[in-house]
Protein backbone atom coordinates (compact mmCIF):
# COMPACT_ATOMS: atom_id res chain seq x y z
CA UNK A 1 0.00 0.00 0.00
CA UNK A 2 1.29 3.31 -1.13
CA UNK A 3 1.60 5.99 2.05
CA UNK A 4 -1.54 7.59 0.92
CA UNK A 5 -3.31 4.80 0.79
CA UNK A 6 -2.14 4.02 4.39
CA UNK A 7 -3.33 6.91 5.46
CA UNK A 8 -6.56 6.38 4.18
CA UNK A 9 -6.85 3.30 5.59
CA UNK A 10 -5.98 4.39 9.24
CA UNK A 11 -8.49 7.22 8.75
CA UNK A 12 -10.90 4.52 7.68
CA UNK A 13 -10.02 2.60 10.25
CA UNK A 14 -9.89 5.38 12.81
CA UNK A 15 -13.61 6.28 11.86
CA UNK A 16 -15.18 2.54 12.34
CA UNK A 17 -13.81 2.51 15.59
CA UNK A 18 -15.07 5.73 16.64
CA UNK A 19 -18.37 6.54 15.10
CA UNK A 20 -18.89 2.87 14.20
CA UNK A 21 -18.59 1.89 18.07
CA UNK A 22 -16.16 -1.31 16.94
CA UNK A 23 -12.72 -2.17 18.68
CA UNK A 24 -9.63 -1.90 16.45
CA UNK A 25 -9.85 -5.45 15.20
CA UNK A 26 -13.70 -5.52 14.21
CA UNK A 27 -13.00 -2.26 12.25
CA UNK A 28 -9.95 -3.58 10.15
CA UNK A 29 -12.10 -6.89 9.67
CA UNK A 30 -15.09 -4.98 8.34
CA UNK A 31 -12.55 -2.94 6.19
CA UNK A 32 -11.04 -5.82 4.84
CA UNK A 33 -13.71 -7.47 3.85
CA UNK A 34 -15.57 -4.68 2.42
CA UNK A 35 -14.88 -3.91 -1.22
CA UNK A 36 -13.46 -0.40 -0.23
CA UNK A 37 -10.23 -2.44 0.58
CA UNK A 38 -9.83 -3.73 -3.06
CA UNK A 39 -9.52 0.07 -4.16
CA UNK A 40 -6.93 0.72 -1.12
CA UNK A 41 -4.86 -2.57 -2.69
CA UNK A 42 -1.62 -1.34 -4.62
CA UNK A 43 -3.16 -2.88 -7.86
CA UNK A 44 -5.56 0.15 -7.82
CA UNK A 45 -4.45 3.28 -9.47
CA UNK A 46 -7.32 5.58 -9.42
CA UNK A 47 -6.99 7.02 -6.01
CA UNK A 48 -9.12 10.18 -7.17
CA UNK A 49 -12.28 7.42 -7.07
CA UNK A 50 -11.57 7.09 -2.96
CA UNK A 51 -10.64 11.06 -2.89
CA UNK A 52 -14.27 12.14 -3.53
CA UNK A 53 -15.65 10.90 -0.48
CA UNK A 54 -14.11 11.34 3.05
CA UNK A 55 -12.95 8.56 5.45
CA UNK A 56 -16.00 8.60 7.43
CA UNK A 57 -18.14 8.27 4.31
CA UNK A 58 -16.24 5.02 3.43
CA UNK A 59 -16.19 3.73 7.10
CA UNK A 60 -20.20 3.80 6.92
CA UNK A 61 -20.24 2.20 3.33
CA UNK A 62 -17.97 -0.61 4.81
CA UNK A 63 -20.11 -1.41 7.94
CA UNK A 64 -23.39 -0.39 6.74
CA UNK A 65 -23.70 -0.88 2.77
CA UNK A 66 -24.27 -5.04 2.68
CA UNK A 67 -27.34 -4.59 4.90
CA UNK A 68 -28.36 -0.87 4.23
CA UNK A 69 -27.48 0.27 1.00
CA UNK A 70 -29.60 3.05 1.93
CA UNK A 71 -28.04 3.61 4.79
CA UNK A 72 -26.52 7.80 3.69
CA UNK A 73 -30.63 8.35 3.81
CA UNK A 74 -30.43 7.58 7.93
CA UNK A 75 -29.81 11.24 9.48
CA UNK A 76 -28.22 9.60 12.13
CA UNK A 77 -25.60 8.55 10.01
CA UNK A 78 -25.25 11.48 6.96
CA UNK A 79 -24.11 13.67 6.76
CA UNK A 80 -21.20 13.28 9.27
CA UNK A 81 -21.53 14.10 12.67
CA UNK A 82 -20.42 17.58 13.33
CA UNK A 83 -17.44 16.79 15.56
CA UNK A 84 -15.77 15.01 12.55
CA UNK A 85 -16.64 17.79 9.92
CA UNK A 86 -14.66 20.13 12.85
CA UNK A 87 -11.50 18.09 13.09
CA UNK A 88 -11.18 16.59 9.41
CA UNK A 89 -8.83 18.12 7.09
CA UNK A 90 -10.99 16.94 4.33
CA UNK A 91 -13.88 19.51 3.13
CA UNK A 92 -17.18 18.78 3.96
CA UNK A 93 -18.91 16.02 1.57
CA UNK A 94 -22.30 16.33 3.39
Known sequence: MINKKKDLYEEIV????????LNREEAESS???SPIYR???DDFDDLGVLDHETPYYWAM???YSKERPDWYQDRKL???PKEYLDNSKRPNKG
Open 39 to 41: MLD
Open 14 to 21: ECLIQYGN
Open 78 to 80: WPP
Open 61 to 63: EAL
Open 31 to 33: LLS
